[in-house]
């Protein structure tokens, strides 16, 4: 598990165009395939207050980028996000003049998904960079420990992970931090 400060070192590190999403996987919890089929529709903003909406999900297949829906409705979801991260969006947004239906993360010299090779050379230049040894997902899992820190309700973390089962992945995974101790 890494830490809230190794999750802002490796959003500082990575390229600016993937600083965001380094921040949705770690502190909202979102898995790498969700960040990566965002699109600028996808997000809501309400008197200040931002939201995104999962639908839609990146998997690649031979390199590839390839859409797919969520395996089940629980990943189908529409999440508040937290206000740091709604600043994030709001700066990610203007420096990249995005709108409508544009991708919130597309490689730059294609205007499209990043290949697996283009995407893993941006992940592994952050972790250089930043001298942090860890996956992508993660961050996912910092989130997950995040909110139970901040005392969520196993329920509610588990629907905000996109999990069918109603929080019991989240005990069987987190339980030791759930409970206030440390592996």
Request: glycine fraction near 10%.
């Amino acid at each position: 598990l890494i830490s809230l400060d190794d999750v802002m070192a490796l959003a500082a590190a990575i390229k600016p165009r993937y600083r965001l999403m380094v921040l949705l996987a770690g502190l909202v919890g979102l898995r790498r395939g969700e960040c990566l089929a965002l699109r600028v529709d996808n997000l809501e903003e309400r008197d200040g207050h931002w939201r995104v909406i999962i639908g839609t999900s990146i998997v690649y297949v031979r390199g590839a980028p390839r859409y797919e829906l969520p395996k089940t409705e629980a990943g189908t979801r529409r999440l508040a996000l937290p206000a740091a991260v709604g600043a994030a969006v709001e700066r990610h947004l203007a420096e990249f003049e995005l709108s409508g239906d544009a991708l919130l993360f597309a490689d730059p010299r294609t205007g499209t998904t990043p290949t697996i090779t283009v995407w893993r050379r941006v992940w592994d230049n952050a972790r250089r960079d930043a001298d942090i040894d860890c996956t992508f997902h993660d961050l996912r899992h910092t989130g997950a420990s995040l909110m139970i820190a901040a005392g969520c309700h196993v329920k509610v973390i588990a629907e905000q992970m996109g999990h069918s089962d109603g929080g019991g992945l989240v005990l069987k995974r987190y339980g030791h931090v759930h409970t206030g101790t440390r592996p």
